[in-house]
């Protein structure tokens, strides 16, 4: 049972207009939400992070928007530009309970900003 | 520079042989990572350790071993056992484990079968 999901596969847009990349998750322990991106043959680089304490953290042309009782975070990128295309991994953990910090993935999804 | 280092980059492997996947951090972090991505998937835990000469088993630890002799390196090795070990690898560190911090990534090793 996926805990993270993203359920938008790929998204278009273009260059100069907001990205939207939305994650859903199951999971209320969930204390700490990431953002990453990721190009291929290429570790993932890390984005942007939100604390369950917050509902908004910005950074640059990186919003991200947490959602707590919807249990839903998304990642705000303006203006995009055709280097932000990309596949994009919302993460989440939980330091309680157990998981011990541990980073749950979800399956990406591969932004593609036109020109 | 501080990062990860991640070698090789690609390794072939023929049946019944076990491969060694190389992982080095120098940014002096505590948790080291393995995860193996598939197409289309998102990153799976394999192994994980929090501190040296301890690790624990992920979500998929079949048919994989680690060990965690030195705070920089956490070796992955891929046995004979690992039915489908065709995937990209990737490794990971964090500087601590008591509070929320990210972790970063090596460029990953993409293990294929002959």
């Known amino acids: 049972d996926q805990q993270v999901k993203q359920n938008s596969p790929s998204l278009s847009v273009q260059e100069g207009r907001i990205s939207i990349l939305n994650c859903d998750y199951t999971n209320s322990m969930f204390d700490y939400f990431l953002w990453y991106k990721k190009y291929p043959a290429e570790g993932p680089t890390f984005l942007i992070s939100?604390?369950?304490?917050?509902d908004k953290n910005e950074d640059g042309r990186f919003t991200v928007f947490l959602n707590k009782s919807a249990k839903h975070l998304s990642l705000h990128i303006v203006p995009s530009q055709p280097g932000d295309s990309a596949v994009y991994f919302c993460a989440a953990s939980a330091l309680r309970g157990g998981s011990q910090g541990n980073l749950i993935f979800g399956k990406g999804t591969k932004l593609s900003v036109k020109p | 520079d501080g990062g990860i280092t991640q070698s090789p980059k690609y390794l072939f492997r023929k049946e019944g042989q076990n491969v060694t996947l190389s992982c080095e951090q120098n940014?002096?972090?505590?948790?080291m990572y393995w995860y193996r991505q598939d197409p289309g998937q998102g990153l799976r835990l394999i192994y994980y350790s929090q501190i040296v000469n301890d690790f624990q088993k992920g979500d998929i630890a079949e048919g994989y071993s680690v060990s965690r002799e030195k705070k920089e390196s956490f070796p992955l090795t891929v046995t004979s056992a690992q039915k489908n070990p065709t995937a990209f690898y990737l490794c990971?560190?964090?500087?601590?484990?008591?509070?929320?911090?990210?972790?970063?990534f090596g460029d990953g090793t993409r293990l294929s079968i002959l």
């Open positions: 939100i604390s369950s304490i917050k």
């Open positions: 990971a560190s964090r500087r601590g484990t008591g509070r929320n911090q990210p972790q970063h």
């Open positions: 940014l002096n972090h505590d948790a």
